[in-house]
């Protein structure tokens, strides 16, 4: 196929255009929307739900980034939300689903700008089938709209640099400073397009004064607008003490290796990597964005494809060597506004294959690999079933028992179902199992043992405690979380 062919290939009347986008979209929505409340909330969305329900708006904006590691628009949208929609799990996470939905046809207009119909369309197809992009669509946390505003701002400063006028920098600045606002990794993303900004201002002019002047005009007012966002996080992680208790991001353990890069970026097509599967992708991936090898490079634009490949790396660059230099902050999800980028990559290179058979391999790989995982995200749960073991625990429970859990009340999903006022519950088992607890478990006749966060070697520890006075009399599993009920042992009478 010669790029003639090929520029014919891409003219498609409108109606067929928006036929398309249509259709996309409603099967964007239908992904998103199903089983949106099949699981109960699992610890960062009992965590969300703890602060939404004890925090005013005012204080989401101070107090919250001091208690967590991320920034308050989610929290206070969500929190405005849940006034009109309510607290059950599926009408409180289609705030996600909407924000997921949206990045649609917003992916699919930014595509269509850089390199067309064809690409826009690959692009657009591949982040509404993605298992990545529907988990996070589903679950009560800021990385849907964290996709949603990166999607935007890029396509707002595309707009900007085709046009330069007043009306798109200032949706530009709006798209950015929103950003700043709802994840430490927007700033990631900032750098990139402000860097982008001025590189392409200095290509353009090759006059430092006129480039400067010219990228000034949209990096002051977005400085100004992140810099209160910048604020708390500096303190949080170079004044630990001085602004909440530090930046708190202790679930990753190590800085990224090669193998972790990698994985994440596998990451935006198949969520969890798993030979063979994961390998079938990556290869995919690779060919796909590959593609690009057999069109010259004055018809892609260097522009674009800084444009582009700025977007992925460097984002990514800052995560990796800020965990280096500061502690580990690398993290697939936090990364979900990349995957936009990688998806538009894979399009364009797929769509310019001159190969049609090859093209229908790359396409059948991806689109299989997302049946597949989505047809089991839609039939497994896919977070602990909380609710379930509350409804167990409930079904026995007198006043009198101790329940002993993974977590504290406060910040236990367990606790959100199953709160009881004055309910004797010994929280925080995955540290030192303190004395005060053992001593709780001989003055009760029945206790409750929930695990689903803590290590083996916690259970074990718990366990052989609770067995010392009483006899187990129930135990019940659930996805990701096992529930035990003992009993007083008539040797070893309560005292």
């Given at each position: 196929?010669?790029?003639?062919?090929?520029?014919?290939?891409?003219?498609?009347?409108?109606?067929?255009?928006?036929?398309?986008?249509?259709?996309?979209?409603?099967?964007?929505?239908?992904?998103?929307?199903?089983?949106?409340?099949?699981?109960?909330?699992?610890?960062?969305?009992?965590?969300?739900?703890?602060?939404?329900?004890?925090?005013?708006?005012?204080?989401?904006?101070?107090?919250?980034?001091?208690?967590?590691?991320?920034?308050?628009?989610?929290?206070?949208?969500?929190?405005?939300?849940?006034?009109?929609?309510?607290?059950?799990?599926?009408?409180?996470?289609?705030?996600?689903?909407?924000?997921?939905?949206?990045?649609?046809?917003?992916?699919?207009?930014?595509?269509?700008?850089?390199?067309?119909?064809?690409?826009?369309?690959?692009?657009?197809?591949?982040?509404?089938?993605?298992?990545?992009?529907?988990?996070?669509?589903?679950?009560?946390?800021?990385?849907?709209?964290?996709?949603?505003?990166?999607?935007?701002?890029?396509?707002?400063?595309?707009?900007?640099?085709?046009?330069?006028?007043?009306?798109?920098?200032?949706?530009?600045?709006?798209?950015?400073?929103?950003?700043?606002?709802?994840?430490?990794?927007?700033?990631?993303?900032?750098?990139?397009?402000?860097?982008?900004?001025?590189?392409?201002?200095?290509?353009?002019?090759?006059?430092?004064?006129?480039?400067?002047?010219?990228?000034?005009?949209?990096?002051?007012?977005?400085?100004?607008?992140?810099?209160?966002?910048?604020?708390?996080?500096?303190?949080?992680?170079?004044?630990?003490?001085?602004?909440?208790?530090?930046?708190?991001?202790?679930?990753?353990?190590?800085?990224?290796?090669?193998?972790?890069?990698?994985?994440?970026?596998?990451?935006?097509?198949?969520?969890?990597?798993?030979?063979?599967?994961?390998?079938?992708?990556?290869?995919?991936?690779?060919?796909?964005?590959g593609g690009t090898l057999f069109v010259p490079s004055h018809f892609l634009?260097?522009?674009?494809?800084?444009?582009?490949?700025?977007?992925?790396?460097?984002?990514?660059?800052?995560?990796?060597?800020?965990?280096?230099?500061?502690?580990?902050?690398?993290?697939?999800?936090?990364?979900?506004?990349?995957?936009?980028?990688?998806?538009?990559?894979?399009?364009?290179?797929?769509?310019?294959?001159?190969?049609?058979?090859?093209?229908?391999?790359?396409?059948?790989?991806?689109?299989?690999?997302?049946?597949?995982?989505?047809?089991?995200?839609?039939?497994?749960?896919?977070?602990?079933?909380?609710?379930?073991?509350?409804?167990?625990?409930?079904?026995?429970?007198?006043?009198?028992?101790?329940?002993?859990?993974?977590?504290?009340?406060?910040?236990?999903?367990?606790?959100?179902?199953?709160?009881?006022?004055?309910?004797?519950?010994?929280?925080?088992?995955?540290?030192?199992?303190?004395?005060?607890?053992?001593?709780?478990?001989?003055?009760?006749?029945?206790?409750?043992?929930?695990?689903?966060?803590?290590?083996?070697?916690?259970?074990?520890?718990?366990?052989?405690?609770?067995?010392?006075?009483?006899?187990?009399?129930?135990?019940?599993?659930?996805?990701?979380?096992?529930?035990?009920?003992?009993?007083?042992?008539?040797?070893?009478?309560?005292?």
């Amino acid at each position: 196929m010669n790029l003639g062919d090929l520029h014919a290939d891409l003219q498609y009347s409108d109606y067929y255009q928006f036929l398309f986008i249509s259709l996309t979209v409603g099967l964007g929505s239908i992904l998103r929307v199903h089983t949106v409340g099949f699981d109960s909330f699992w610890l960062d969305e009992a965590i969300t739900m703890y602060f939404i329900h004890t925090m005013t708006f005012p204080e989401l904006v101070t107090e919250l980034p001091k208690a967590q590691p991320h920034l308050p628009l989610y929290y206070i949208l969500l929190k405005a939300w849940i006034s009109i929609s309510g607290t059950e799990e599926g009408t409180v996470r289609m705030l996600s689903a909407a924000f997921s939905i949206a990045s649609i046809p917003v992916l699919y207009a930014l595509g269509k700008r850089l390199y067309g119909f064809q690409v826009a369309a690959i692009a657009a197809l591949m982040l509404t089938v993605s298992p990545f992009q529907i988990y996070f669509a589903q679950e009560a946390r800021m990385y849907s709209l964290l996709a949603f505003l990166t999607v935007a701002s890029y396509y707002c400063l595309l707009r900007y640099l085709t046009s330069k006028q007043t009306k798109e920098m200032a949706l530009f600045i709006i798209s950015a400073i929103l950003l700043a606002y709802t994840h430490v990794f927007g700033f990631f993303v900032i750098t990139s397009q402000l860097l982008y900004l001025f590189w392409g201002e200095w290509i353009g002019t090759e006059n430092w004064r006129s480039c400067i002047r010219e990228a000034g005009r949209i990096a002051i007012p977005v400085g100004i607008g992140a810099a209160p966002a910048v604020g708390m996080i500096a303190a949080k992680v170079f004044i630990p003490h001085s602004y909440g208790s530090g930046s708190q991001v202790q679930h990753i353990p190590a800085p990224p290796n090669w193998h972790d890069i990698i994985s994440a970026y596998t990451h935006f097509t198949v969520r969890y990597p798993h030979p063979p599967m994961s390998i079938a992708v990556q290869v995919g991936l690779l060919i796909g964005i590959g593609g690009t090898l057999f069109v010259p490079s004055h018809f892609l634009s260097r522009k674009k494809s800084v444009f582009l490949w700025s977007w992925l790396l460097i984002p990514t660059s800052l995560a990796v060597v800020l965990s280096y230099l500061i502690q580990p902050i690398f993290f697939p999800k936090y990364l979900i506004g990349c995957s936009v980028a990688l998806y538009l990559l894979f399009a364009r290179g797929a769509a310019f294959i001159p190969r049609p058979n090859v093209r229908t391999v790359l396409f059948a790989i991806i689109l299989l690999n997302a049946v597949a995982l989505n047809s089991f995200q839609f039939t497994e749960h896919q977070k602990r079933e909380f609710e379930s073991a509350a409804k167990f625990v409930d079904q026995g429970y007198s006043p009198d028992d101790l329940i002993i859990v993974d977590k504290r009340k406060s910040s236990s999903p367990f606790g959100y179902y199953f709160d009881r006022a004055g309910m004797p519950t010994a929280g925080d088992i995955t540290g030192p199992l303190r004395p005060e607890i053992r001593k709780q478990v001989r003055n009760v006749d029945t206790v409750w043992v929930v695990f689903s966060s803590s290590k083996q070697p916690h259970r074990r520890k718990v366990l052989r405690v609770v067995r010392r006075t009483h006899n187990r009399a129930a135990i019940k599993h659930f996805a990701g979380i096992t529930a035990y009920r003992f009993v007083e042992d008539p040797k070893h009478p309560v005292r």
